[in-house]
C-alpha cells in the first residue's frame, strides 16, 4: 500500500495553528486551555495524516473510538465527498456508529464484511515496542475484535500519548473487560498474580459501575512495574470471566502522533 503525501497538509495545519495561537488571548493566558487547543490540534494532525495515508477507493475500514477518532471520521467523510470514494465502515462502538451515520458514510458490521482493509483507531499509551493501552473510554473488546479483523491496523494519537514504556503518561491502569459476576474473583486473581490493584470502574453521571456496550464491568488494573505485556495479556485473558483486555500487543503497524510543533511523528514496530 504505498501511503498518501501529508507533509503539505501538516506544514499548513502547523502554520494555522501557530496564527491562531499568536492572535488570540487564550483563556486570559490560561497555560491549560493552551494545552488542550495544542492537544486538539495534534488529535487532528496525526487523525488527517493517517486517513491520507491509508484510505484508499473501495475499501472496507474499521472506524475506531474516541475523541481523536472523530477527527479520522471528519477527514474519512471530507475525501469520500470530494474524491467519490466508495468506502465501507465498519463501528468498533455506539460511538463510532453515531459518526459514521452524522457524516453519511455506508455502515456496515462484521457479519457481512469480515475482513477490513484497514483500521483506525486512538490510543490511551503507546510505548517504544508499539504496544497499546486502549480501553480508556470502554470500548476495548469490540476494539480488539476490529483491529483483528483488518489488513492493517493504524493507531492515531497526540504527543500526550507517546511513552518509552507503559504506565509513564497512562496513570489509570490497563482495563479489563470482565462478566458482571465475575469481578471480585478477577480483580483478586489479577492482583494475586501480577501485584497492583484492579478496581472497578465507577460511572461518573450515575450511580453504579461502568457498563460496556457489550453489557459487562471493567476492571482498571494498576499496575505496580513493567512487565512482559504480551504474556501478561494472555494470562489474564484465561482468568474465567474475563472477556478481553485493553493490552494490544503487536497489532499495531503503525502510530501516527500528532506533535505540539504541529508535525506529525510515525512509529513503526521495531525490527527483531
Known amino acids: 500500500m504505498r501511503p498518501r ?25 490560561s497555560r491549560r486551555h493552551h494545552g488542550t487547543l495544542m492537544a486538539e490540534e495534534a488529535k487532528k494532525l496525526a487523525a488527517f495524516a493517517a486517513v491520507d495515508n491509508h ?11 474516541g475523541s481523536t477518532i472523530v ?18 465502515c465498519v463501528p468498533t462502538s455506539f460511538q463510532a456508529r453515531q459518526l459514521i451515520l452524522q457524516h453519511g458514510l455506508t455502515l456496515s458490521d462484521l457479519d457481512r464484511h469480515p475482513e477490513l482493509d484497514v483500521a483506525i483507531d486512538g490510543a ?15 470500548c476495548l473488546a469490540q476494539e480488539k475484535i476490529v483491529a ?19 504506565g509513564q503518561q497512562w496513570k489509570k491502569g490497563v482495563p479489563v473487560e470482565v ?24 460511572a461518573v453521571n450515575k450511580a453504579g459501575p461502568v457498563v460496556t456496550d457489550n453489557s459487562n464491568f471493567i476492571l482498571d488494573w494498576k499496575f505496580e512495574h513493567a512487565q512482559n505485556w504480551k504474556e501478561v ?14 493490552l494490544f500487543v503487536e497489532m499495531a503497524e503503525r502510530v501516527y502522533f500528532g506533535m505540539e510543533d504541529g508535525s506529525v511523528k510515525t512509529r513503526d514496530p521495531p525490527i527483531n
Not at 55 to 64: R, S
Request: glycine content about 10%; proline content about 2%.
Open 55 to 65: 484510505i484508499q477507493n473501495n475499501q472496507v475500514v474499521g472506524v475506531g473510538s
Open 5 to 29: 503525501r501529508w507533509a503539505e497538509f501538516a506544514v499548513i495545519s502547523s502554520r494555522s495553528l501557530l496564527l491562531s495561537l499568536s492572535g488570540k488571548h487564550v483563556c486570559n493566558g
Open 179 to 202: 462478566i458482571p459476576m465475575a469481578y471480585v474473583p478477577v480483580s483478586r486473581a489479577i492482583a494475586r498474580r501480577f501485584g497492583g490493584e484492579a478496581v472497578l470502574r465507577m
Open 71 to 88: 477527527y479520522a471520521v471528519d477527514r474519512l467523510a471530507e475525501r469520500v465527498r470530494q474524491e467519490k470514494l466508495n468506502i465501507v
Open 124 to 138: 490511551d499509551e503507546v510505548d517504544a515496542a508499539l504496544t497499546l493501552i486502549k480501553g480508556g473510554g470502554g
Open 233 to 246: 495479556n494472555t494470562a489474564i485473558k484465561m482468568i474465567p470471566g474475563v472477556v478481553e483486555t485493553g
Open 148 to 166: 483483528g479483523c483488518a489488513k492493517h491496523f493504524i493507531v492515531i494519537a497526540d504527543y500526550r500519548k507517546d511513552s518509552k514504556a507503559l
